[in-house]
């Protein structure tokens, strides 16, 4: 496991030790008011998916450092989805796990118990705008989903699109 890829791990972990240890009055969510929005849509296929579509629309912020870009999104149950390239600038960067894995989409769900990642596929950045500005692009390809206590099973992850907020210069 590269170095980036621990990078996202820990990053996706974190967000949810953090989300989860939050306790509010009732059980609707607030957004952060001080986090830019923004959103990420993905349709699921295989291992008990069957076209199913998640949308995490709470938060969305891109943050690059030293040429790579991670793009973190929050859904309404606190779920956690990271799409990250090894790039400033529109572009594809092909997802291949056997050459390297900087390039991905990870989806963390359940509070971290279920883990969806990608093993082939692409990021395709669309837009790359300055600080403030928005961060857009697809994903798409195969990869695996890893429930707590079994082995992972092959998913298809598809019509993949996002838009995050750039925090960073």
């Known amino acids: ?53 998640m949308t995490f629309n709470t938060t969305g912020v891109a943050v690059l450092e030293a040429g790579y870009t991670g793009c973190e999104f929050i859904d309404a149950q606190n779920n ?7 790039g400033a600038t529109t572009g594809t960067y092909m997802i291949n796990e056997e050459t390297s894995d900087d390039n991905n989409l990870v989806i963390s769900l359940d509070n971290g ?6 093993s082939t596929g692409s990021v395709i950045v669309t837009g790359f705008g300055i600080t403030g500005q928005e961060i857009t692009g697809t994903v798409s390809g195969t990869g695996f989903i890893s429930r707590s206590g079994n082995e992972p099973t092959e998913i298809e992850l598809k019509n993949c699109s996002f838009s995050a907020t750039r925090l960073t210069k």
């Open 1 to 53: 496991m590269t170095k980036t890829k621990q990078l996202l791990m820990c990053l996706v972990l974190i967000t949810n030790v953090i989300m989860s240890s939050c306790s509010k009055k009732d059980d609707t969510p607030d957004p952060d008011p001080q986090l830019p929005k923004g959103s990420l849509t993905v349709t699921l296929n295989g291992s008990g998916f069957s076209n199913v579509t």
């Open 80 to 86: 956690v989805a990271v799409v990250g390239f090894t």
């Open 113 to 118: 118990t279920t883990i969806i990642g990608l």
